[in-house]
């Protein structure tokens, strides 16, 4: 591998030695030792102040954007960072070269990110084939940018950014899709990450061979410079997402694939992922483990013990806003440093809050950078000191039981009604779509109402699975699971209720992520439930501006129009949607709901929106609140 020891002047070979020992898992005498690299520039264009706008379609531009930033942060930033040239082109690149279309929201600040799935049946899994990367979806540009940027600037080249085959896969399918077909169709999604994990190596092999570097170590993994035995990275994102089997079963020997062929590699992944540590432990050449613990202190502390002495961890958050508070509590517990890497990204516009929320900064970067790589050295230093870090691990709080509807409390059902309902709960709970719909049919001869079968059995049974995942006991595959053998049931009781004492219990729904965001998965779970509850809903899908919700809920006369957003940046798009509705004149007819990680009631209240829900089973009961206040 083309190694230079000096970059422009500035050293790099002391800067290397001690990422090596880090991820050697080498003793740390000294907080010295601990490497701490503060990403600056930040080379996502995600709340980025002065990226071009030809960031995306001019190698020239992304380079010399990158080397200046570099070469700026080596002159005033002192830490371990090794730079290198990042050719950046978004999460979906790999899933563009099976076929899904990519596309960046408009305005500054934004990253090119798929813009919806590209399989959606079991035929189109057949069809798919391995990309040719010098043809297929974004591949090309990424291997021009690395070209360009060895052809004219000696800094050295690192890879693409790697979503793995679990992420990627989500994003060719859609995570809702992707996760029913684990549980109905195992086979085939064997098949998907057969495929899509050879595409996956092949492409990585092709990435390096234009970068000259060897298998086994790469000049740079999503912004840390990675020794001989740390030669891959992938993004593990939606481990969060599901439960442990699932992950053992589709992804261990994926992901172990993967590192086999380039001599180790490590995982990446947002937020608490503590019920995936046995299967990342099971994953064959695991050298390090990447994770943003976005302000769950407990979860980083649980995830340090079980890795210490195993694996590196290297910490990735977006730098906080109060530094010494927030790694004098990630640190609190911690014994001994070894393996540790700390790799915030300091970006432009937005730091982080204790919550894992962001929050918009008018620091100066670089400012911002060296302060914080004191801060966390002078935390390391009282910690191997004895002395207190400034933080105690606060108690998470625990998530109450639900109580019972109100409806479901006051209703005395018979014996034989009452057994009836068990069973409908429980083949919900089971996701037993068929003897879900013969537990209703013998429910419906009881003498259940259907409209009771709806609320005593389906909505307690989802209120059930709810509770599980509020709890950590499920994931999301489960939620949609329960959302769709719901539906499945709702097909008895559907034809019932038209006719019966429920109809206005359901009505129109639209539903989209709003402009300037590309996340769905949160969108297509509530849409899941609220269809399974027996809403007419209408998905206009995601980056929508205002005139799209307003246009499709004036066409469907629909009386909820239901918004989700999962950037900060984005949020702020939820009051226009608002307004829109206002001005056509649908106030009060219409009636908005908001949801998504960052969305809190206090905002639902600040926007005008009269509906808010946290998470997709809170959603249905906030529709049907919502569904009373429309105005006919
Ligand atoms: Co993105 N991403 N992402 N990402 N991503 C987050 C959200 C982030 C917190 C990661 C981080 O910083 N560590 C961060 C946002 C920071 C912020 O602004 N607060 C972030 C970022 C920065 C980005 C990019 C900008 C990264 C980049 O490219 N530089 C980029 C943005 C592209 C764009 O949108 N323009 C990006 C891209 C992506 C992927 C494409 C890779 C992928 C999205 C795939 C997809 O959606 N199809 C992705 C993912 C998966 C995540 C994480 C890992 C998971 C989000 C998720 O789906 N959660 C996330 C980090 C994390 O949380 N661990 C992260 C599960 C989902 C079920 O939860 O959506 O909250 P959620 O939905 C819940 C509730 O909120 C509620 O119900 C749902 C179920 O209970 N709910 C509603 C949701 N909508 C509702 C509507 C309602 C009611 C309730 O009524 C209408």
Redesign the pocket.
């Known amino acids: 591998m083309h190694k230079p020891s000096q970059w422009r002047g500035y050293d790099l070979s002391a800067r290397r030695a001690k990422i090596e020992a880090a991820c050697n898992l080498a003793p740390v005498a000294a907080a010295d030792d601990v490497p701490v690299m503060a990403g600056t520039p930040g080379y ?3 709340a980025g102040k002065a990226v071009p706008g030809d960031y995306f379609t001019n190698p020239a531009s992304m380079l010399e954007y990158q080397a200046r930033g570099y070469e700026a942060h080596l002159s005033r930033v002192d830490d371990d960072f090794v730079p290198y040239f990042m050719p950046w082109f ?3 690149v790999l899933a563009s070269a099976f076929g899904c279309a990519i596309s960046i ?1 408009p305005g500054p600040g ?2 090119p ?2 813009a919806g799935p590209c399989v959606h049946s079991v035929a189109d899994i057949a069809r798919l084939r391995l990309p040719d990367p010098h043809r297929d979806g974004w591949m090309p540009r990424v291997l021009d940018a690395i070209d360009y940027a060895l052809a004219h600037d000696d800094l050295p080249v690192g890879l693409t950014d790697m ?1 793995g085959p679990l ?1 990627t896969i ?2 060719m399918c ?2 809702a899709q992707l996760y029913q077909w684990m549980y109905r169709e195992p086979k085939m999604v064997h098949e998907l990450f057969d495929i899509v994990t050879t595409a996956f190596i092949e492409w990585v092999k092709v990435q390096k061979q234009h970068i000259g570097e060897p298998l086994d170590a790469s000049n740079g993994l999503q912004g840390v410079w990675s020794p001989k035995g740390i030669g891959v990275w992938e993004s593990d ?2 481990l ?2 599901i439960d442990a089997r699932l992950y053992e079963e589709f992804v261990v020997p994926s992901v172990s694939r993967i590192f086999e062929a380039f001599g180790g590699g490590q995982a990446h ?3 608490n992922g503590i019920h995936q540590i046995d299967n990342l432990l099971k994953i064959k050449g695991l050298r390090a483990v990447s994770n ?1 613990p ?1 302000g769950n202190f407990a979860a980083f502390t649980t995830l340090r013990q079980r890795l210490a002495g195993r694996s590196a961890i290297w910490i990735q ?2 730098a906080p806003l109060d530094m010494a508070g927030y790694y004098g509590r990630l640190f609190a517990q911690v014994e001994d440093f070894r393996g540790i890497v700390v790799q915030p990204f300091v970006l432009d516009t ?1 730091g982080m809050d204790h919550a ?3 929050t918009a900064v008018d620091w100066e970067p670089l400012e911002a950078a060296n302060r914080l790589v004191r801060t966390v050295r002078d935390v390391i230093r009282r910690r191997l000191a004895g002395e207190p870090t400034g933080g105690e691990a606060p108690a998470r709080p625990r998530v109450p039981s639900p109580k019972k509807t109100p409806e479901a409390a006051q209703i005395v059902f018979t014996p034989g009604q009452q057994a009836a309902l068990d069973d409908v709960q429980d083949c919900l709970i089971d996701f037993d779509g068929e003897g879900l719909k013969s537990a209703i049919r013998r429910g419906l001869t009881t003498g259940l109402a259907p409209f009771s079968i709806v609320t005593a059995g389906l909505a307690e049974g989802m209120a059930e699975v709810g509770r599980l ?1 509020e709890t950590g006991e499920c994931f ?1 595959p489960e ?1 949609v699971m329960a959302g769709h053998t719901m539906s499945e049931g709702m097909t008895v009781l559907q034809p019932l209720l038209k006719a019966g004492d429920a109809s206005q219990s359901k009505g129109t729904i639209v ?1 989209g992520t709003v402009q ?8 297509n ?2 849409k899941t439930l609220l269809e399974a509850a027996g809403f007419s809903v209408y998905d206009i899908g995601i ?1 929508q501006p205002p005139s799209a919700f307003v246009r499709k809920a004036v066409e469907t006369h629909a009386q909820v129009v ?3 957003a ?5 949020m702020s798009n939820m009051g226009r949607v608002v307004s829109a509705l206002a001005e056509a004149g649908l106030a009060g007819r219409v009636q908005v ?7 809190s009631r206090e905002f639902a209240d600040h926007i005008g929106a009269a ?9 249905v009961r ?1 529709a049907e609140r919502l569904m009373a206040l429309a105005v006919a």
């Open positions: 996502f264009a995600f978004g999460t979906g929201a934004n990253d990110a798929v979503q992420d989500g994003l859609g995570q994102d939606d969060v997402l992944f947002c937020g943003s976005m958050d977006s937005m894992g929320g962001y995942y999301l939620l539903i300037g965001d590309l996340h769905d998965i949160g969108k779970i509530v980056d239901a918004l989700s999962l950037l900060t940046t984005t709901m908001v949801g998504g990680a960052p969305i509906g808010y829900a946290p998470d997709a089973v809170k959603a906030e």
